[in-house]
């Protein structure tokens, strides 16, 4: 073991020879020039994301500016969206994203941390891997295939049994939110099949905070007295809470972008409605389904521009859940007091 | 001390001793069902993917042979076509996307967890938020924009480049959770040795997060392998055989997405054949890696 | 080394092999005259979705006749217009005609459009107990989908049906979510027949549809008829009859109910062909043809290409292609469902390719 100063203080006139025949001089400025190179790199590296995302948001931007000036405000109001007339209104594609990703987040969250909780407090060693590795290959799944199988299992399910279940046996159809007619294709379908689709993001990071959270911590709390999910409530959970809300991050940003699973299934129908059973739109889905072939040019500006108010809906939902968690920070650390 | 026997509890003793085993019962029960909703969690979870990995394998099966990884496409009608070339593609641009995407991603993650806490790192935090949930196929018209346009053809590099522009913030994101969660002791105990910071990272750091920051990795990997929207104009894809860097390339969720697509049966069966093939791929990718990172240690478990 | 620079070791090596792997054969498309020789890709062109299937079947047999390999990628018709205008394709395909501000702005100078097979629009419908073959006229299909006729026992569907159990159920229309040729060519009809659509909706590849859901793709609206009850939809010959799906008769302008078939397509371009000018650039429709027999929704579906191209080896791969095409691939068009079309304008089609030269083009 060396400990440079006592070395030095103690040892006789002659420096002691070290590994690779460099002397301390030497080698404390060879670590501190490496140690900038390194600072250097990741620093580069992490100054990438920025510069890309600004990039997208110029290129975006530039492109759409068009239609934005032309429409203004009433492009973030209007649900008129007629390519042969020119008039363009992202209003129920904006909605549509916001619901549907609210949906699936609320939906995923609390199956994925059972899932995760399962995995590190419950499952015996050799269930882990396998398990984990499973609601892992959920992601891998290419969203057509998710597409695919929510037309012909999902949305048959739910027109011919789910929806007549709330509706009618649970007498919930009196709700607005539950009311009119259903085809199948609905924003409800949308939100479950992103739910499936954001569930692993959540889950997978969820399960490695979770395996992380040091086992005397447990243990202190075992030894206390706790139950166990006393000892998952006071004693793992808030350790984990900021990865796991990382986890949900992830998800939502998936949730926010996903286009063909959505499109197979939402009806993509320019309509706003209070009801989760009519047929809507998203922008990611509007932008991929019309990119291919918008011909002219204020068509084109205007899914540009759907694209820049995208990136703005991703800011103001990421700068929300930012907050939020900082809140849960200083919640947790005025508990602790 | 006196060693009297077992003394007669006081009534306030025993009053203590009711409320414990009260409220002793009330927490049995209270774990007993939540035990039961994390279990059912579980289950509900394992659910769709055993439904949809029927579904796939009842569809696909009956396509997936060997003249599937060894020919080429076939049009419709003709029998014995195969999807070679796009496996080889859909290969070649994770490579390329890994190649770019993963020093990237694990340097910013890095540098996120080092510099926690400044102003500098809680942008680059919130903006690789924000970059993970732009469509897909915005990245891909950005890279056709600034890859494709300018140098007059579609390539297998644009495609590699744009599914590492949609990895990035993903690994960012995963290595700086991981790398959080490595007890500063041990950070510590590394630099009072007389390492440096750089060494610190690479070898004692890295290693420890590893099996984490590769869970990250392949969930990415396991997003871009299935993703179209951004090849549809970078790569463009190629019904021919093609290795080449600098040309269109054939890749799975391309050929899946125009076969399925297709009016034609026998096409739509590769389509399923395919979907189920690249799940396999990606399923053998995670094991390759979680075998070749394997720790020795396990992570986080000690204190 | 430890195993995070293992795996981007591995990465790494996995690029830089398949760079540096030759290709099987010769440098690929940069040099025109070497292509044709050896195996390189010869020609890239990306485009309309509808006829991917004949053009890769004609693509397929044309490699293994000649040895040119041409690489083409359903991308959709507005995505072919954008990359032969910016000159990222050798050719591009279309449904839809380009428009007079879109030529203007293509790169390489002046676009020829050659139409190269026929397409329809058949109108298909799921309702358990109506027969097949049901009778639709025009002004009936245009208010079905302006959401003005809403049950299928409406008595103008009865009328033209007598005899058929029309349910008094709702109808449920389903249009595409995405812009297509499809949707192009039966907008440009309802336009045709119906003064009130022509008026409120117009024609495009992509609409503002007065009522219905919208379903990607052919296939995506023909999974949602065979799933859903109750709907009328709009899908391509080929899907129609490839997935099995009932499909209406309509009446054509000669007021005869006709079925659509290879034959009564091929008949709406002969009968209209008559009335295309001598020097036509091709960019015609032939919705509701005067024919007897004719087919009411054909609609032809055109390659792309200069007039001028600037580069002499591969504008002559892409003519000898054209050539062959136009004669040779007909059949291989039949048997897939696609219309090839009438001799006459084959051969008129010939001299407007020969008139394709390498120029200096901008």
Not at chain 1, 62 to 71: K, S, Y
Not at chain 2, 11 to 23: F, I, L, P, S
Request: include cysteine; hydrophobic fraction near 50%; aromatic fraction near 8%.
């Amino acid at each position: 073991m060396r400990t440079e100063g006592t070395a030095a203080a103690v040892a006789p006139a002659a420096p002691p020879a070290r590994a690779g025949g460099f002397s301390l001089a030497e080698e404390i400025v060879g670590k501190a020039v490496g140690d900038r190179v390194y600072i250097a790199v990741i620093t580069g590296f992490a100054l990438m994301v920025p510069l890309l995302l600004i990039l997208i948001f110029w290129e975006v931007a530039l492109a759409g500016w068009p239609a934005m000036r032309q429409f203004g405000f009433s492009f973030l109001t209007s649900s008129e969206w007629d390519p042969v007339r020119g008039q363009f209104g992202a209003a129920s594609a904006i909605f549509g994203t916001v619901v549907t990703s609210i949906l699936a987040l609320v939906i995923a969250t609390p199956l994925a941390l059972g899932v995760s909780i399962f995995l590190s407090e419950y499952a015996p060693r050799w269930l882990r891997q396998p398990v984990a590795f499973f609601v892992d290959l959920l992601a891998a799944i290419p969203s057509v295939v998710y597409g695919l199988w929510g037309i012909f299992v999902l949305i048959p399910l739910l027109r011919e049994h789910v929806v007549p279940f709330i509706r009618d046996t649970l007498h919930l159809g009196v709700l607005p939110i539950f009311s009119g007619p259903s085809w199948g294709n609905s924003v409800f379908a949308a939100g479950i099949i992103l739910a499936i689709m954001v569930l692993p993001y959540i889950a997978s990071v969820s399960r490695e905070v979770l395996l992380a959270v040091p086992r005397s911590q447990r243990e202190a709390a075992m030894a206390l007295g706790a139950t166990r999910w006393e000892t998952i409530q006071k004693a793992v959970l808030p350790f984990a809470k900021s990865g796991i809300i990382g986890g949900i991050i992830l998800g939502l940003g998936r949730a926010l972008g996903e286009t063909m699973a959505v499109t197979m299934l939402i009806g993509n129908k320019h309509e706003i409605s209070a009801s989760l059973f009519a047929p809507g739109y998203t922008m990611a889905s509007l932008i991929a389904n019309e990119f291919s072939e918008a011909s002219g040019d204020l068509h084109l500006a205007a899914l540009m521009a759907v694209g820049f108010v995208l990136l703005l809906v991703a800011l103001i939902v990421n700068a929300v859940a930012r907050w939020l968690v900082w809140q849960v920070g200083r919640a947790a650390a005025g508990g602790a007091r | 001390m006196s060693m009297a026997g077992p003394q007669r509890p006081t009534a306030r003793q025993r009053a203590v001793a009711d409320r414990t085993m009260k409220t002793l019962r009330r927490r049995r029960v209270v774990n007993g069902i939540m035990t039961g909703v994390i279990g059912l969690a579980a289950v509900i979870t394992t659910l769709p993917l055993l439904f949809i990995l029927f579904h796939l394998v009842r569809e696909g099966s009956s396509a997936v042979s060997v003249d599937f990884f060894t020919r080429m496409p076939k049009p419709p009608g003709e029998a014995g076509g195969g999807m070679a070339n796009a496996i080889v593609g859909s290969l070649i641009i994770i490579g390329v996307a890994c190649g770019i995407g993963l020093p990237i991603g694990v340097g910013a993650g890095l540098y996120l967890a080092e510099f926690k806490g400044t102003r500098i790192a809680n942008a680059v935090r919130f903006l690789a938020d924000v970059l993970n949930g732009l469509p897909s196929i915005v990245l891909g018209i950005f890279a056709w924009q600034f890859l494709v346009k300018p140098l007059g053809h579609f390539s297998a590099l644009a495609g590699g480049v744009a599914l590492a522009a949609m990895m990035i913030p993903m690994i960012t994101r995963t290595t700086e959770e991981m790398v959080r969660l490595v007890p500063t002791s041990l950070k510590e105990a590394a630099m009072a040795l007389g390492y440096s910071r750089a060494r610190t990272a690479m070898t004692v750091v890295l290693r420890t997060a590893t099996a984490g920051i590769v869970t990250g990795v392949l969930v990415s990997v396991a997003r871009i392998a299935g993703e179209t929207a951004p090849l549809l104009f970078t790569a463009l894809g190629n019904q021919f055989w093609s290795l080449r860097l600098d040309q269109p390339i054939a890749a799975l969720p391309l050929q899946i997405f125009v076969y399925s697509n297709s009016p034609y049966d026998d096409w739509r069966q590769l389509a399923w054949a395919g979907s189920l093939v690249l799940i396999a791929v990606v399923f053998i990718i995670s094991v390759a890696a979680r075998f070749a990172t394997r720790s020795r240690v396990g992570a986080g478990s000690h204190d | 080394m430890t195993a995070i620079p293992r795996l981007l070791v591995a990465a790494a090596g996995i690029g830089f092999l398949a760079a540096c792997a030759p290709d099987s054969g010769s440098k690929g498309s940069t040099t025109g005259a070497a292509a044709g020789a050896g195996s390189g890709i010869a020609l890239t062109g990306a485009g309309a979705s509808f006829p991917q299937p004949i053009y890769n079947k004609w693509f397929s047999d044309y490699a293994a006749a000649k040895g040119v390999k041409i690489n083409y990628q359903s991308i959709g018709s507005g995505g072919g217009v954008r990359q032969i205008s910016e000159q990222t394709v050798d050719f591009g395909a279309s449904d839809a005609p380009m428009s007079d501000e879109e030529m203007s702005r293509a790169k390489g100078g002046p676009i020829l459009h050659i139409p190269t097979v026929l397409g329809a629009d058949v109108i298909t419908y799921n309702v358990p107990g109506v027969p097949a073959q049901l009778k639709l006229t025009g002004p009936v299909i245009a208010d079905i989908f302006l959401g003005k006729i809403k049950k299928w026992n409406d008595p103008r569907i009865a009328t033209l049906n007598p005899g058929a159990a029309l349910p008094n159920s709702d109808m449920l229309v389903v249009h595409r979510s995405d812009g297509s040729g499809t949707t192009f060519i039966f907008s440009d009809y309802l336009s045709a027949v119906s003064p009130e659509w022509a008026r409120v909706v117009g024609k495009g590849k992509e609409v503002k549809w007065p009522t219905g859901i919208g379903a990607k793709g052919n296939e995506g609206v023909a999974g949602q008829v065979k799933q859903t009850p109750g709907t009328i939809a709009y899908v391509e010959l080929a899907y129609a009859k490839q997935n099995n799906l009932a499909y209406a008769s309509i009446q054509n302008a000669a007021g005869n109910f006709v079925q659509p078939t290879l034959e009564t397509i091929y008949a709406a371009a002969e009968s209209a062909a008559p009335n295309i000018p001598a020097n036509t650039d091709y960019r015609i429709s032939i919705v509701n043809a005067p024919g007897a027999n004719a087919y009411p929704i054909a609609s032809f579906t055109w390659l792309l290409v200069y007039k001028n191209p600037s580069d002499p080896a591969k504008a002559r791969l892409l003519t000898d292609f054209l050539r062959w095409a136009l004669t040779d691939g007909s059949a291989a068009a039949r048997a897939l469902d696609f219309g090839p079309l009438p001799p006459a304008m084959a051969e008129r089609l010939k001299a407007r390719i020969d008139s394709i030269a390498p120029g200096s083009g901008t």
